[in-house]
């Protein structure tokens, strides 16, 4: 169990360009959750992923923003046309299973800067 | 809708000694689940504690302790016997079936040698 990796770990960009964002969950996790971070706050939810099924979507998620997981297995959070308020940390849990009690872990998120 | 509540931005604690992070939620909920996570400086999200719901007795993780207040919404975090690595944001969080944590904004613990 190597835990939840997210690629890359820092990414700066320019306002305009579109950026993609790889996350790995641990192995045989069936679900998978993408939340956003701002400086001094909590995790906001953005979208999760039941195996390959993406379940629910944040109003947070604008149309710049799409989300897959084609496999089931690792998952990609795109956005287009970056603006400087999409800079944040961009967080991935996983999580064994839908039962109520199920723990979140997360990964190391990655940070984006758009310039 | 749920929603959590940390009043506390900023805390900060004596190595040795014991504090008490304060979170309020609300929900409509009858079966959920709360949750502390810590995230240190520059590292990851990591559980400290959770609680269901339904279960009237707090819990506890060695030095880690709750007091969860059913009827009052209220859900705080003990740290006793304070130590450097404490230091961290900690994140009150509650999770209904089958849906999404909700987080806190968040307390800054600091920990004085």
């Known amino acids: 169990d190597t835990g939840v990796s997210q690629d890359p770990r820092h990414k700066i960009t320019k306002r305009g360009q579109n950026v993609t964002f790889r996350c790995d969950p641990i192995s045989e996790h069936n679900r998978l959750y993408w939340y956003r971070q701002t400086l001094g706050q909590g995790p906001e939810f953005l979208t999760y992923f039941q195996n390959e099924a993406q379940l629910e979507k944040s109003r947070l998620l604008s149309d710049r923003f799409s989300a897959e997981r084609p496999k089931g297995s690792f998952s990609t959070l795109e956005i287009q046309r970056t603006e400087q308020g999409d800079s944040a940390m961009y967080l991935c849990?996983?999580?064994?299973?839908?039962?109520?009690?199920?723990?979140?872990?997360f990964g190391p998120g990655t940070r984006l800067t758009v310039l | 809708a749920q929603t959590v509540t940390q009043s506390q931005p900023e805390m900060s604690v004596q190595e040795a000694e014991t504090v008490t992070l304060s979170c309020t939620y609300d929900?409509?909920?009858?079966?959920?689940?709360l949750f502390w996570y810590k995230q240190p400086p520059s590292r990851q999200m990591i559980l400290v504690i959770r609680q269901e719901a339904y279960k009237q007795q707090n819990a506890t993780e060695n030095r880690f302790s709750v007091n969860f207040q059913k009827a009052a919404k209220s859900f705080s975090l003990k740290i006793s016997d304070s130590q450097l690595g404490d230091a961290a944001m900690y994140f009150c969080?509650?999770?209904?079936?089958?849906?999404?944590?909700?987080f806190g904004p968040g307390t800054s613990l600091s920990v004085i040698p």
């Open positions: 969080a509650t999770k209904t079936s089958y849906d999404k944590v909700i």
């Open positions: 929900t409509s909920e009858s079966d959920y689940y």
């Open positions: 849990a996983s999580s064994p299973n839908p039962r109520l009690a199920d723990t979140q872990y």
